[in-house]
């Protein structure tokens, strides 16, 4: 399977590294994973060790076959000769059958062991960033890192490691055998092997350089298509097919321009060193020919000879090949680790607190905070909520309301000013206490695969079925749930694509509705509701309100009117604050919004 770029042709950035930046470091680190199974990797080393010398020492058998049995030739002596051979031979495969087997077993063991502890570790750390994180990394690019990286990984230490092994006992071993033989016929093929280095690496190197090429341009045509899959209804909107065929074709020729020859140099290594093997296979045999007619060597020993001579090169081409996976295995692995090392969500600070009880009376004072330090989004922010009063807060696409928000669970830190509840700094909380005590009912929705009952209750866990009945109900999604194919028990899939975005919003409510805590966050919970089930559902939402401090950012002033507070917020500064009544006196901001939006309403 080729890997798969990420969304929105992300998956391009992903691809580029091919080299990992600090070689040595990765190693370390893999070493770490692998190391606990040192007993494991150092049995199957050891099988790989046995069953490439075994295959040497077989080869070698065949010089006294040849040379006691076959050449002096009675029919009964070549008889007892073949027989000999076959034994060997058998005996040969027989242990080369269990080394493989042992071998395989005790690697995908290992590896598979050790990807896991990678993916878990991972997984782990995906839990603990903090939302920064996610709103700078594509989606697709920390996709690849669990996928292709990790599966490069894999693949590296179940296979790559134990070939790049195999590979180099192999050419010592022949060449030990070779010198062991004939010192003479050996110094003709050492003669060859710069020779096949050289064409080994040349053919290695462009291999790697239309490998890279191509995964990039399968990381582009990889990421359209996602891209356009996803966006097929805005694309037909806007008649955009024809284009979009264009653009892709062009990309696919690019991408299949580049498989060729990243295919050609992939497959020309064996052929080419196959070849080259059989010039210095030919030299060998002429010379070794005329030592044998001279009488300085003996038949036997120069068919093992040859036989070797035609083997030294696919050690050669075989550890050529696995550099380039194992560099770009290694760079996979730098990117988990690069992922790993981001720091987490910082922890608690020391004493930090964990009340038994929260009364909800929150306060801003003179906060300020930007994304970015030197670009400050909300400008000097100061707020008091009595406990169980509803603020509300209106203004502008991009003024900052969801903003707000963020600060009040600690997704992002301020800068400047402070937010208490209660009297204590929200810094001062245990982390997950303080979003114990705030249910929020964020602006994108986000409901995940399992059945409605459960996705409800992921609002409290230890939650009732009847509980969460209740809380539907007071949300107004109990009808069009019941109304729903198994009612509670349907199942949600990809982001309940099967609901419309007003019933996502409502099973978000109940989510909400279904939490104890006294402070309640509302981000435009009910803009894809129509007025109608709005209204409806506002008797439920007082009582969903009642008794909690809540804030609700709404874009339907029918929703607002009755807040206890109305901020208008303008370019991340409160503007106009008050109730509905003093708002609309003022004749300010509010009143313009409030006159625009009542014919909407
Ligand atoms: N994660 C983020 N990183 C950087 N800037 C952001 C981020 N989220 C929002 N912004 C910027 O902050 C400003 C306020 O956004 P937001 O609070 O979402 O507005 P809204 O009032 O529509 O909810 C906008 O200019 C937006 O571009
Ligand atoms: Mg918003």
Not at 39 to 51: C, G, Q
Request: proline share 3%.
């Amino acid at each position: 399977m080729p890997p798969m770029g990420g969304p929105g042709g992300r998956g391009r950035a992903s691809m580029e590294p091919r080299k990992p930046k600090n070689t040595k470091a990765v190693i370390k680190r893999l070493f770490e994973y692998v190391g606990k199974y040192k007993i494991k990797v150092i049995i199957a080393l050891t099988f790989v060790v046995l069953r490439t010398l075994s295959t040497l020492a077989a080869s070698y058998m065949l010089r006294p076959i040849i040379n006691n049995y076959i050449i002096p030739g009675s029919g009964t002596q070549m008889l007892g000769g073949l027989a000999m051979g076959l034994a060997v031979l058998g005996s040969i495969y027989l242990i080369n059958i269990i080394c493989t087997y042992g071998q395989s077993k005790l690697m995908i063991y290992v590896s598979q062991h050790s990807i896991e502890a990678i993916r878990n570790d991972l997984f782990s750390k995906v839990q603990k960033l903090p939302v920064r994180y996610y709103d700078t990394h594509s989606t697709g690019d920390m996709m690849s890192r669990f996928t292709n990286d990790v599966d490069n990984i894999g693949m590296m230490l179940d296979s790559t490691l134990v070939s790049l092994f195999s590979g180099t006992i192999q050419l010592i071993g022949t060449m030990a055998m070779m010198i062991y033989t004939n010192i003479w016929l050996t110094l003709i093929t050492i003669f060859f092997i710069p020779i096949f280095t050289k064409a080994g690496g040349t053919i290695a190197k462009h291999s790697r350089k239309y490998y890279s090429a191509q995964q990039a341009a399968l990381g582009s045509v990889n990421g359209y298509i996602e891209e356009m899959v996803t966006g097929q209804k805005v694309i037909k909107v806007f008649c955009h097919e024809d284009q979009c065929e264009e653009e892709f074709n062009a990309l696919n020729q690019d991408l299949r321009d580049k498989q060729i020859k990243a295919q050609f140099f992939g497959g020309i290594m064996g052929p080419v060193m196959g070849n080259m093997s059989q010039v210095s296979y030919a030299a060998t045999a002429c010379i070794g020919g005329i030592l044998c007619a001279l009488g300085r060597f003996d038949i036997g020993g120069l068919t093992v000879f040859v036989n070797y001579s035609r083997q030294f090169s696919f050690p050669i081409s075989e550890i050529s090949m696995q550099v380039t996976n194992i560099f770009s295995a290694l760079a996979g692995a730098e990117r988990v680790f690069a992922m790993m090392d981001e720091a987490p969500e910082p922890g608690d600070v020391e004493n930090a607190v964990a009340p038994a009880h929260i009364d909800g009376h929150v306060v801003l004072d003179h906060v300020t905070f930007g994304y970015n330090p030197d670009k400050t989004i909300l400008k000097d922010i100061n707020i008091t909520a009595e406990p169980g009063q509803k603020i509300a807060f209106v203004g502008s696409t991009g003024a900052g309301k969801t903003t707000i928000t963020n600060l009040l669970n600690r997704f992002y830190d301020i800068q400047e000013g402070s937010i208490t509840i209660d009297g204590i700094d929200i810094k001062n909380f245990k982390r997950d206490v303080l979003r114990q005590n705030i249910a929020m009912v964020l602006q994108d929705t986000h409901l995940f695969t399992g059945t409605v009952m459960e996705n409800i209750r992921f609002g409290r866990m230890d939650a009732t079925d009847e509980e969460v009945i209740q809380a539907a109900k007071t949300a107004s999604a109990h009808s069009f749930i019941m109304r729903l194919d198994k009612g509670y028990d349907t199942i949600l899939e990809s982001d309940g694509a099967n609901l419309s975005q007003g019933q996502r919003q409502l099973i978000n409510i109940a989510r909400a509705a279904i939490s104890k805590a006294p402070i309640l966050v509302l981000d435009e919970a009910t803009s894809s509701v129509d007025t109608r089930t709005e209204r409806h559902i506002e008797h439920g939402m007082d009582r969903l309100m009642k008794n909690r401090t809540t804030f609700v950012i709404a874009h339907r002033l029918s929703t607002v009117r009755n807040a206890d507070a109305i901020m208008v917020l303008e370019q991340g500064e409160i503007i106009e604050r008050g109730n509905h009544e003093q708002l609309l006196a003022q004749k300010g901001r509010y009143y313009e919004l409030y006159t625009g939006l009542k014919e909407l309403d």
